[in-house]
């Protein structure tokens, strides 16, 4: 058997293989994910990810260089807690030590807290002087409406949400996919001239990183309760808002799919890595070697 039959079957091979492998990754999308890098030494880095469980280790932002918030733990935090209420400062799963104020505390899903100005409930340690460094980058804000008649919802059914810039921006992708929602791209917040301010909020989520709003609801406990306060100290939503299918839709959507940090990488197995490392460089060699052999002796 010649070298042009074994190069020929070796090309089938390569070629089914392709065809096996190529589709399948070229159709898959993967989640909106964004980066967050605590180290400029050891590249510590972990992904914050839409969809993503969150969970396992915390680790503690590094203190090789002036981070802001150096030493502070992070991470940790999974999705069955990603609902706090309508107390800014709420839904953190652990780090609430004091619950008069979120200034020191952790970052369980590896956002930071929102701002609201005048340093209310201590928010301005994480406020717009550090915002290039905010992991997802600066807070913006966001109108959530749909006029399809879908939701047959009116023009007053506008909400607001805020967040990080990434965050905003991979969320409204699952809005627009799964709620109807009319497109729109986020702008900068800003805030003493906001759309919506802190009594405005209708429900906190990620340990208060992300808020969203209703203009119809004005909130009279906002400025003056603890972050542990419940749904019930505050006042009750209008009905509009109760009982809209559009809203539900907003929800879900949020508590499932807004982008938490994952859990740490598995370390991989050494033994693993090299025999794939040898195998990927050595493969075809080695198969063409056993090949020669085995015709070798069969040509005796
Ligand atoms: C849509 O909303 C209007 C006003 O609330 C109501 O009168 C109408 O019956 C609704 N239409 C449908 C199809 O639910
Ligand atoms: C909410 O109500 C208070 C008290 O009536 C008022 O001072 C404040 O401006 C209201 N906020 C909004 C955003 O309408």
Same mark, same amino acid.
């Given at each position: 058997?010649? *070298?042009?039959?074994?190069?020929?079957?070796?090309?089938?091979?390569?070629?089914?293989?392709?065809?096996?492998?190529?589709?399948?990754?070229?159709?898959?999308?993967?989640?909106?994910?964004?980066?967050?890098?605590?180290?400029?030494?050891?590249?510590? @880095?972990?992904?914050?990810?839409?969809?993503?469980?969150?969970?396992?280790?915390?680790?503690?932002?590094?203190?090789?260089?002036?981070?802001?918030? @150096?030493?502070? =733990?992070?991470?940790?935090?999974?999705?069955?807690?990603?609902?706090?209420?309508?107390?800014?400062? &709420?839904?953190?799963?652990?780090?609430?030590?004091?619950?008069?104020?979120?200034?020191?505390?952790?970052?369980?899903?590896?956002?930071? #807290?929102?701002?609201?100005?005048?340093?209310?409930?201590?928010?301005?340690?994480?406020?717009?002087?550090?915002?290039?460094?905010?992991?997802?980058? !600066?807070?913006?804000?966001?109108?959530?409406?749909?006029?399809?008649?879908?939701?047959?919802?009116?023009?007053?059914? %506008?909400?607001?949400?805020?967040?990080?810039?990434? %965050?905003?921006?991979?969320?409204?992708?699952?809005?627009?996919? %799964?709620?109807?929602?009319?497109?729109?791209?986020?702008?900068?917040?800003?805030?003493?001239?906001? !759309?919506?301010? *802190? =009594?405005?909020?209708?429900?906190?989520?990620?340990?208060? &990183?992300?808020?969203?709003?209703?203009?119809?609801?004005?909130?009279?406990? $906002?400025?003056?309760?603890?972050?542990? $306060?419940?749904? @019930? =100290?505050?006042?009750?939503?209008? =009905?509009?808002?109760?009982? &809209?299918?559009?809203?539900?839709?907003?929800?879900?959507?949020?508590?499932? @799919?807004? #982008?938490?940090?994952?859990?740490? !990488?598995?370390?991989?197995?050494?033994?693993?890595?090299?025999?794939?490392?040898?195998?990927?460089?050595?493969?075809?060699?080695?198969?063409?070697?056993?090949? $020669?052999?085995?015709?070798?002796?069969?040509?005796?």
């Amino acid at each position: 058997m010649g *070298i042009f039959t074994l190069s020929s079957i070796v090309g089938t091979l390569l070629l089914f293989l392709g065809l096996w492998v190529g589709p399948t990754t070229s159709s898959m999308v993967s989640p909106p994910t964004f980066q967050v890098i605590t180290s400029f030494n050891t590249f510590d @880095a972990r992904n914050v990810s839409s969809w993503s469980g969150g969970g396992g280790q915390k680790l503690n932002i590094s203190t090789d260089s002036f981070h802001p918030f @150096a030493g502070r =733990e992070f991470g940790g935090g999974d999705r069955s807690t990603i609902r706090g209420t309508r107390a800014f400062g &709420s839904g953190y799963p652990y780090g609430k030590n004091d619950s008069s104020t979120i200034s020191g505390r952790p970052f369980p899903y590896g956002v930071w #807290p929102l701002y609201w100005g005048q340093n209310i409930k201590g928010s301005d340690e994480y406020g717009s002087q550090f915002d290039t460094v905010r992991p997802g980058g !600066p807070l913006v804000i966001q109108a959530i409406s749909s006029t399809t008649a879908h939701w047959n919802v009116t023009n007053d059914e %506008t909400y607001y949400m805020l967040t990080d810039r990434d %965050t905003a921006i991979a969320i409204m992708t699952s809005f627009v996919t %799964t709620c109807h929602v009319t497109p729109v791209w986020p702008e900068i917040f800003d805030p003493g001239n906001s !759309p919506i301010k *802190i =009594e405005n909020v209708i429900q906190y989520y990620r340990a208060s &990183s992300c808020a969203l709003g209703f203009k119809g609801y004005n909130n009279s406990h $906002a400025l003056n309760t603890t972050t542990e $306060a419940t749904y @019930a =100290e505050s006042d009750p939503l209008p =009905e509009v808002i109760m009982y &809209s299918p559009f809203h539900h839709c907003i929800d879900s959507v949020m508590a499932d @799919a807004l #982008p938490i940090m994952d859990r740490p !990488p598995k370390k991989t197995n050494k033994v693993k890595m090299i025999l794939i490392i040898v195998f990927s460089i050595f493969g075809l060699p080695i198969l063409w070697g056993i090949w $020669a052999l085995i015709s070798c002796i069969c040509n005796r």
